[in-house]
């Protein structure tokens, strides 16, 4: 396992380092990245979305195509895409006016020499409740249920305190540069979340010890950042109690990509 340096601040950016980490391990840790008052105010908008929801949920009141998408993507149910922020009286361009406000753009222009593409699409503000442990995700890649050909980024930042009272990520900082192969399992539904591997920790100790294992103890606007290789799931022990609310973006190169893709939510910047 690399000895690179993983951890950097956002208020002294060090591009090469994190570049180079992010090459060589697959994931980095910007501290504090993110800041000021919209930080706040989208953690109480969050909650009180996802109140809402709850109560939409339980009195079978969700608009008919938002329950579609959850019974099509059970899994997302502890997610809101800024697509449908409008439903719980948001801007769509919440989270794209927080990356712009940043120093991402920046970021990212020096990681991919140039201009790259934001995944509205994929831009999401999302929960994880420890009570409701069918929710958390065991170590996979996001590569399995993203094009495996496209190598996307992805910014994970909380709006709250998490890793001590709340749940976190923990990350495997293996620099891998390929998608793990399916062992072939008899599928358990429809979508890879579905069929994803709670105890894949058995199969990959041989690989990957758990000490080389990175938990995530965070504050509101640090931000991890992985691509779509690197190993993670949801970090949880016994002790935590609370509810986590994050935000999630995704960036790819700025590929030509197929017709009707483009238009589902990819911005050049």
Avoid at 57 to 62: F, P
Avoid at 199 to 225: K, V
Avoid at 231 to 238: A, N
Wanted: proline fraction near 9%; charge should be negative.
């Amino acid at each position: 396992m690399t000895s690179t340096k993983r951890i950097f601040s956002g208020q002294d950016l060090d591009l090469n380092g994190i570049s180079t980490a992010l090459e060589e391990t697959g994931c980095v840790r910007i501290n504090g990245l993110f800041k000021g008052p919209a930080l706040d105010q989208i953690y109480h908008w969050a909650k009180t979305a996802f109140a809402q929801l709850d109560q939409e949920i339980q009195s079978n009141s969700l608009p008919p195509d938002f329950k579609a998408y959850f019974d099509l993507v059970p899994h997302m149910i502890n997610h809101i895409p800024s697509g449908r922020f409008g439903h719980f009286q948001q801007s769509p361009w919440l989270i794209y006016q927080l990356f712009l406000s940043s120093a991402l753009p920046e970021i990212l222009k020096h990681i991919y020499q140039g201009s790259f593409l934001y995944s509205g699409l994929h831009s999401v503000v999302r929960r994880q409740t420890p009570s409701q442990p069918r929710w958390y995700t065991g170590f996979h890649q996001d590569g399995h249920f993203l094009n495996p050909d496209w190598k996307f980024l992805h910014c994970w930042s909380p709006l709250m305190a998490c890793g001590i009272d709340a749940p976190s990520l923990e990350l495997i900082p293996a620099g891998l540069k390929a998608i793990r192969p399916s062992l072939g399992k008899p599928d358990q539904g429809q979508h890879y979340y579905d069929n994803r591997d709670l105890d894949l920790e058995l199969e990959i100790l041989p690989f990957f010890p758990e000490q080389t294992f990175w938990p995530q103890i965070l504050s509101p606007g640090d931000a991890l950042f992985y691509d779509s290789y690197c190993l993670h799931r949801t970090y949880v022990t016994p002790t935590m109690t609370e509810p986590r609310y994050n935000l999630e973006m995704r960036f790819l190169p700025d590929l030509e990509l197929p017709p009707g893709i483009r238009d589902l939510g990819f911005i050049r910047v």
